[in-house]
């Protein structure tokens, strides 16, 4: 079946320092969603990606589409402690329908 | 976005028992899924539950472990049968509109622990 990996796992930025975190499905992609989860919390939308290389900002957020439409990246400029979570990529297949597959996550921590 | 709440938020359960929990939306929702998350892991898709139908299940999940109901477009339960330790993780009920694309909106989750 269809599967959302994500890199890195982990990853801890002291505060300003921009973070990256990248995308990659085993089966092409319709869209592609990302989400993020404060710790205790529950996933929140973020963003939907449709098009092959698209690219959408969000303040200082950049999601970006690859253009085989099979990986995505989510790059934060210059983070805050409000960053802090775990940011999942979240793909839906082409076969229609809408289920999404969830990536694996990273988890990402800002100190001061 | 829709207001999901479900319930309980917690619970801690006997082994070999099973437990009901329940998600109700502020309006009606042509979607509605169930997830299971690992503390610190991705979440995993149990379930659609489809509106006067069985609910459609992924590999790895079946209906005797997971029974799912869904009576109407605003209210959906998911039970966790005869439980083991292994059951032990957080619960979490979305929905979405229908059509490619519409985000999910999750409820809180139900965070269960057996003993």
């Known amino acids: 079946g269809q599967q959302v990996m994500q890199i890195p796992q982990y990853q801890h930025v002291q505060e300003g320092e921009d973070f990256t975190t990248y995308c990659n499905s085993s089966t092409t992609l319709s869209n592609i969603q990302w989400y993020k989860q404060r710790p205790g919390g529950h996933p929140v939308f973020l963003i939907q990606l449709v098009k092959s290389g698209e690219v959408k900002k969000q303040k200082r957020l950049t999601f970006q589409f690859g253009e085989a439409k099979k990986n995505s990246s989510l790059h934060i400029t210059a983070t805050q402690t409000t960053d802090v979570g775990t940011y999942f990529c979240a793909g839906r297949g082409t076969g229609g329908g809408n289920k999404l597959t969830f990536g694996t996550g990273t988890q990402l921590k800002v100190e001061l | 976005s829709a207001v999901i709440s479900q319930k309980p938020s917690r619970d801690i359960c006997q082994r070999g028992t099973s437990l009901t929990i329940q998600c109700q939306v502020d309006?009606?929702?042509?979607?509605m899924f169930w997830y299971r998350q690992q503390p610190g892991q991705s979440l995993t898709l149990i379930a659609t539950?489809?509106?006067?139908?069985?609910?459609?299940?992924e590999s790895g999940f079946v209906i005797d472990k997971f029974p799912i109901s869904r009576p109407n477009l605003t209210f959906s339960t998911l039970t966790v049968s005869n439980m083991s330790p292994e059951d032990s993780s957080i619960y979490l009920c979305?929905?979405?509109?229908?059509?490619?694309?519409?985000?999910?909106?999750f409820g809180d989750g139900t965070r269960l622990s057996i003993l």
């Open positions: 539950a489809n509106q006067g139908s069985e609910a459609t299940y």
């Open positions: 979305s929905v979405a509109e229908q059509g490619a694309g519409q985000p999910q909106h």
């Open positions: 309006s009606q929702v042509t979607m």
